[in-house]
């Protein structure tokens, strides 16, 4: 039987009152009551929600004259379904404070550094949350060791600089406190050697400032095409006293009609600090030999100096800034004039990755093997 207009009417507006005036008051409760848990405001909702149905619906019975044994039936029953939703509510928004105890704990223990374990939640949105705080907390802590290490040889790379800095500055103030006192016999001689400290420190500003413009991406290369003979040959003869001095030979070997794009000037820096780099950890009288080898698109320039190298584990972290041998790798005497900063390698990868190559460094039979490849089309990357 369908209901007279005017009782859907009065039906519809009592259920919207009723609806209205609990929704009201529930939300004025969120608004000025002090601020609350997650679990008291789900409670406020859900609970306005259930108490919207009960009313409206104990409004309509009253208005539709029930019989009084069917509107506590009908109570009965309301009452039941609300208190047990309700209870339900309750319970949810329980195990949803303790979700949210459990990740703020995480969160604390993320922010002292620790690394922390995924949880189990009912929830997916908990569960997942508490994945990512795990993940989080492995990533931050990873890096801030990566952050202590580069602290740590950032200043042990500063205490090298300033050493090596230091060493000649006093060399050559003691030199010319010796030529204005008069007390020297050959003056030319002293001469000499102050300029062969300033060379050397010339060379080692010369490098860090090559470094800070790789590092801070403002190298600018001029590729253009070059025949790789041309670059080991000028890089040989810059060597040259340097290998004279530890009567090392340099060989060649393939060398010949190899053709690439890039930097001539970069690409001749990088042959020089290999080479020096081979010799001053070749034993003396020994040999270095520079080979050539096409891989596809890629051109392989490799050194090979019959030296000791380094451990297997610091073959990557050889052309870090700063990194210096063990005592095996580095000899007693090094060659005059060359400085061990620690920059020449670091130069060099620099370099070769601008030119969209790579280097690496590996153990051969006959010694110690240093190879960069360089695309022979190179993209520079500056």
Known sequence: MTLPAID?????????????????????????????????????????AI?????????????????????AVLLWVIGISAALSLAATLLTARTASRAFADL???????????????????????????????????????ARTEIEQLDASRRQFFAWISHDLRTPLTGVSALAEA?????????????????????????????????????????????????????????????????????IRILQEDVEGRMLRADPHELTRVVVNLLTNGIRHA??????????????????????????????????RMFEVGWRGTAARTPAVQPAGSPGAGLGLAIVRGIVRAHGGDVHAEHAPQGFRLNIALPTEATPAG
Request: net charge negative; proline share 3%; with cysteine.
């Open 104 to 142: 703020r704990v995480t969160v604390s223990r993320v922010g002292q550094g620790d690394v922390v374990d995924a949880q189990r939640h009912s929830g997916k949105e908990f569960a997942e949350l508490s994945a990512l705080l795990a993940d989080v907390s492995e990533r931050l802590v990873a």
């Open 8 to 48: 859907l009417l009065l039906v519809l507006g009592s259920a919207v009152c009723c609806t209205t005036v609990i929704t009201v008051t529930a939300l004025l409760i969120l608004r000025y009551c002090p601020p609350r848990s997650i679990a008291f405001q789900f409670t406020v909702v859900v609970g306005a």
């Open 179 to 247: 030529l204005e006192d008069g007390a020297v016999e050959e003056p030319a001689d002293y001469i000499r050697r102050i300029r062969q400290q300033t060379a050397t420190m010339n060379r080692l500003v010369d490098d860090l400032f090559e470094l800070s413009q790789i590092q801070s991406g403002l190298l600018r290369l001029r590729p253009e095409n070059i025949e790789l003979l041309d670059i080991v040959s000028d890089a040989v003869s810059d060597v040259h006293q340097l290998a004279i001095a530890k009567d």
């Open 51 to 71: 108490a919207s149905i009960v009313c409206s619906t104990v409004a309509i019975a009253v208005l539709m004259y029930l019989p009084l044994h069917d509107l």
């Open 283 to 316: 034993p003396h009288g020994s040999e270095i030999l520079i080979s050539a080898d096409q891989h596809d698109d890629q051109l392989v320039l490799s050194l090979l100096d019959q030296g000791g190298g380094v451990d297997s584990e610091d073959l990557t």
